[in-house]
């Protein structure tokens, strides 16, 4: 079955940067598209960055544009999200998504707290 695991969350200081990976297994990586969306308690839950699996186009949200990075290495059938100038307002669960041939599936969630 297709598994789907995020990691890399943690507390990081404003200003500051964290990595998050999400490695698919099951999963024909080489095809349809993988996205980290965010949650956080009380707001509804926002398409953060999406990454094409065969062609590498990307779209991030307004609120990540320059600071937030995603990629891809499809060796390792892994998708990162570079996070850079991290701001408290970008507290939240992380989720990644895997959605092509096999459907759409969803990781377990890492938490992205940005506290001082």
């Known amino acids: 079955q297709v598994q789907v695991v995020e990691s890399g969350g943690g507390l990081v200081q404003p200003g500051g940067s964290l990595r998050l990976s999400c490695t698919v297994s099951?999963?024909?990586?080489?095809?349809?598209?993988m996205s980290w969306y965010r949650r956080d308690p009380g707001k509804e839950r926002e398409l953060v960055a999406s990454?094409?699996?065969?062609?590498?186009?990307?779209n991030y949200a307004d609120s990540v544009k320059g600071r937030f990075t995603i990629s891809k290495d499809n060796a390792k059938s892994t998708v990162y999200l570079q996070m850079n100038s991290l701001k408290p307002e970008d507290t939240a669960v992380y989720y990644c998504?895997?959605?092509?041939?096999?459907?759409?599936?969803w990781g377990q969630g890492t938490q992205v707290t940005v506290s001082s």
């Open positions: 998504n895997a959605w092509g041939r096999e459907g759409n599936h």
């Open positions: 099951g999963f024909t990586f080489g095809t349809g598209r």
């Open positions: 990454i094409a699996s065969y062609s590498g186009s990307t």
